[in-house]
């Protein structure tokens, strides 16, 4: 279609309209269209007396029935940019049967040979903000949205594409999506990039049902500095860029982007008055440098939000899954005292009988269920467990011999376990004739050695001696003796009293699974030892 120049130019966006390029709208001249929208497009026009203005058309058939509650809602946010710093100034509201039409200050053009709006994001295709721009622009956008809500409302878009420099200054424009903060949410509202993720998934606890909330249009900041700062795509966030020098500008800003757009909202920075003070100290930072005072803080400050949100987090999984954590706590308790481990041994406690030592004359309490077989009990069973069809220097048949013997000196048994096949899990009671000067006199090296020597031999005893010291014991002399005849079969604990013409040995001998158990009970019954008088 031809226009002055020979062509007329239908605009995009403006299906049913008669709007074209250098016609008159209502005494506005259109010079051309600076973007499209689903209801409505914006021109750059002049008006009567010369004046170069924005004016945004928009089609009340499109709109439909809401077109009334937008028109009220233009002519309210007009009022509120009277000289507001970071808002698009409205100058006029006017409408017609088939639209209305708000005017506004014309965005720079970033382009001299032609028309083109002056956007933050345009800027920002060339790389991040300069260093001298990023906090006076952020300080601007920042007192923009805080007037936003002062007067109640939410602007629900804010992003580099609607952030326009008027005159150099940053301008929020685009009020499209603007909101009444006292309104119903019925659906999220807004570029998905922007949103907080709670917001961008459904959840049983959905805020789309809710109120409007002014921590979206703070979440939004906080993705609006990180492009600022790092030339990013939001997409990208919080990536920085390689190479990209890391100026305190940077240090900061990106600070405060993190702490706007927390995935957590109990650690976010919610309210303006919180983002005041935030912002107040990096420009003393920026001013002054950052102490060590600033530094300490900060770690504080995080410490005591990483806490919050631990908190947060653990609060909204129980909230979500308590039956789940109802059952594994049961679950938890269950096993746990299934295997709970047994009470330490108390021998106070015990149902207990006496054991007399006929030989030395002392008594020890063992508990009722414990068997106690005297040397001639001790040689039949030896005896019976000789197998006759193995020769008679056979290692069983020698180490049977060698107990045997050993009977002959005196000795009790007392079955903490009782099996007679294997004859362990006992306290065995011996006395050994050997003169306490031999005793006492030989060094602890050959007393050792000795031990190992007597096991040894033909018996084929690989002992092994762990722990060897000596001590006084119910006021005798003792040597105690921790060792195993069978390192991977048995352990044994050995306390040898030195009298006056002998010496009398309490042993505790039993397999690996059992000793752990039976060492507690051995310990308290020899307590009870007494010597009678």
């Known amino acids: 279609m031809k226009n002055g120049s020979g062509y007329q130019f239908f605009l995009p966006g403006m ?16 010079l051309s269209c600076c973007g499209s929208g689903a209801y409505g497009d914006v021109f750059l026009c002049r008006d009567l007396s010369g004046r170069e203005l924005a004016v945004k058309i928009v089609s009340k058939k499109k709109l439909g029935a809401d077109w009334e509650r937008e028109l009220r809602g233009v002519i309210n946010y007009r009022r509120i940019t009277e000289d507001a710093p970071g808002l698009l100034k409205l ?19 970033s382009d001299p040979a032609t028309y083109v709006p002056d956007t933050l994001a345009a800027r920002l295709k060339n790389g991040p903000l300069p260093d001298h721009e990023i906090e006076p622009v952020l300080s601007e956008l920042f007192a923009g949205i805080r007037t936003i809500h002062l007067a109640g409302l939410v602007h629900r878009d804010i992003k580099p594409e609607n952030i326009l420099f008027v005159k150099g200054k940053p301008k929020i424009g685009d009020i499209g999506l603007l909101a009444n903060l006292s309104a119903t949410m019925t659906c999220a509202a807004g570029t998905l990039d922007y949103l907080p993720p709670e917001e961008r998934i459904p959840t049983d606890s959905d805020p789309a049902s809710g109120k409007m909330s002014a921590g979206n249009d703070w979440y939004a900041f906080g993705k609006v500095i990180y492009c600022a700062i790092t030339g ?10 390689e190479g990209l020098p890391f100026t305190p500008q940077l240090k900061f800003f990106l600070r405060l982007s993190f702490r706007l757009c927390d995935r ?46 631990m908190l947060f987090e653990t609060a909204a999984f129980v909230r979500k899954y308590w039956w789940i954590l109802l059952i594994l706590v049961l679950a938890a308790g269950t096993t746990i005292w299934y295997f709970r481990p047994a009470p330490a041994f108390d021998i106070s406690r015990e149902k207990t009988r006496e054991y007399f030592n006929e030989t030395q004359k002392f008594t020890l309490r063992i508990p009722w269920g414990w068997e106690v077989l005297k040397s001639s009990d001790l040689k039949k069973l030896l005896n019976n467990a000789r197998n006759p069809a193995e020769p008679a220097d056979s290692i069983k048949n020698q180490r049977i011999a060698f107990a045997l013997e050993t009977l002959n000196q005196g000795s009790d048994c007392i079955f903490l376990n009782f099996d007679n096949s294997d004859f362990v899990d006992n306290i065995t009671i011996q006395t050994l004739r050997i003169p306490s000067s031999e005793v006492l006199n030989v060094s602890d090296g050959e007393l050792r050695l000795g031990i190992q020597r007597l096991h040894a031999g033909n018996l084929g005893f690989r002992t092994e001696i762990y722990a060897f010291k000596r001590m006084t014991f119910k006021g005798y002399p003792c040597i105690f003796l921790d060792l195993s005849h069978e390192p991977d079969r048995y352990r044994s ?3 040898m009293l ?17 000793f752990g158990k039976m060492l507690p009970q051995f310990e308290a019954v020899l307590q009870t030892l007494e010597f009678q008088k």
């Not at 990013?232 to 860029?241: G, N």
């Open 493 to 495: 604990h050995n306390y």
């Open 15 to 30: 299906m049913g309209m008669t709007q074209k390029i250098n016609s008159i709208y209502h005494s506005l001249e259109l």
């Open 264 to 309: 957590i909202p109990a650690r976010r920075l919610a309210s303006a008055e919180e983002i005041e003070r935030e912002m107040t100290e990096i420009r003393r930072k920026l001013d002054l440098g950052e102490t060590g005072r600033d530094r300490l803080l900060f770690l504080l400050k995080s410490a005591k939000l990483s806490l919050q949100g």
């Open 498 to 514: 030195v009298l006056k013409d002998c010496c009398i040995s309490i042993a505790l001998s039993a397999k690996l699974s059992t």
């Open 232 to 241: 990013q795509s939001v997409c990208q966030w919080p990536a920085l860029p």
């Open 91 to 109: 100058h006029s509201v006017g409408e017609d049967e088939e639209t209305f039409y708000y005017t506004m200050d014309a965005a720079d053009s």
